[in-house]
């Protein structure tokens, strides 16, 4: 448990909108679904190592649930947060919620407590969930990069009188009282906090059913809600940004606009929602002026795995012959070949 007392006192430390620079690489939804993702953007994205990386690695949350490998993605990126403090930044999710973690009726086996229950007994799992938890009601719920783009796990809170909703969302406690146990001292910042993990952008269908203001009912549930058009300028127009980056919603194709261009949800997991073998994950590369958008190939075979397979045919090889050693020759080029493909979004 180190690593976690380690992780909260390091978190409890940063400003819950934080203000970084680029360069930075933008991650989304990971849950855990796909080990190989993580190792894709390992040797894509941070090859030496975090402390090594070109520029910061941001990730917006949800690192939990629905996938089966919950504890070992959540032990991986509070162990890079600990190796490149200055480096790495982890934003909280929906899912890094009490309520929704422990949620097994809904999630079965790939439920982060029923994952710790299943690792380290009943009690002894509980504590372990309840240990990680305490290190997410610490993470940041914002951040701004290069005082133009607005990275979040959900969406804008709705604003509220006269305070701006950076200002709000500064003023959340560390230990934000988003759900149970921490009281809720303060119900409109408990309910900021809400908004930016759970909102989503209005569908196209429903933007004429957003208020004046912009915001509406939210398919999720009575207590969640979407930003249309009209509030996603307002939020620029007052905080002086060009666009929102945020998670919190699948897409086959890792990356998708909305708003007229001004809001990106990125999606860091190709084996989640039943998004099928085609789905590609994908990070964002924020440079120069300039966003980049990073796509996992699904050809793509991770450095490891290419080392056991070319290992396994180098034994083949020696006692099929040198045709089966070019042929294996040629399997790991063209593996290597799938790591990525990019695409320039924004001048």
């Known amino acids: 448990m180190g690593l ?8 409890e430390q940063e400003a819950r909108c934080l203000t970084l620079q680029s360069p930075c690489h933008v991650f989304g939804d990971i849950h855990a679904g796909n080990l190989d993702d993580l190792h894709f953007f390992a040797d894509t994205v941070w090859p030496r190592g975090a402390r090594l990386a070109p520029g910061r690695l941001l990730f917006l949350g949800d690192y939990v649930d629905r996938g089966a490998a919950s504890l070992e993605c959540v032990a991986y990126l509070l162990a890079l947060k600990l190796t490149a403090p200055r480096k790495v ?3 909280r999710g929906n899912h890094e919620l009490r309520d929704v973690s422990s949620w097994v009726e809904y999630y079965g086996a790939g439920s982060f407590l029923a994952q710790c229950s299943a690792r380290f007994g009943g009690e002894r799992g509980a504590h372990v969930w309840e240990v990680v938890n305490t290190v997410f009601d610490r993470m940041p719920l914002a951040a701004v990069v290069d005082g133009d783009l607005f990275c979040i796990h959900g969406g804008i809170p709705r604003p509220r009188g006269a305070l701006s909703q950076i200002d709000a969302i ?15 001292e303060d119900p409109d910042l408990s309910r900021v906090a809400y908004e930016c993990l759970w909102s989503d952008p209005a569908s196209a269908s429903r933007e004429g059913a957003m208020d004046g203001a912009g915001y509406g009912a939210n398919p999720r549930g009575a207590t969640a809600q979407c930003f249309g058009r009209a509030a996603v300028e307002a939020f620029l127009a007052r905080h002086g940004l060009s666009y929102i980056i945020r998670a919190h919603e699948k897409t086959a194709e890792g990356v998708a606009l909305s708003k007229g261009g001004r809001v990106l949800t990125v999606f860091s997991t190709s084996k989640d929602h039943d998004l099928g073998g085609g789905a590609v994950s994908a990070c964002l590369l924020i440079d ?21 397979r070319a290992a396994a045919a180098e034994a083949a090889a020696s006692q099929a012959g040198a045709a089966a050693d070019r042929a294996a020759g040629a399997a790991s ?6 790591v990525a493909r990019t695409k320039f979004l924004f001048p």
């Open 4 to 11: 976690c007392d380690q992780a909260s006192a390091l978190l």
């Open 288 to 308: 120069d002026g300039c966003i980049e958008v990073i796509t996992k190939d699904p050809g793509y075979e991770s450095r490891t795995d290419r080392r056991k």
């Open 333 to 338: 080029a063209a593996a290597a070949a799938a």
């Open 170 to 184: 500064q003023r959340v406690p560390a230990a934000a009282a988003v759900s149970p146990p921490y009281p809720c």
């Open 89 to 91: 930044f982890l934003l």
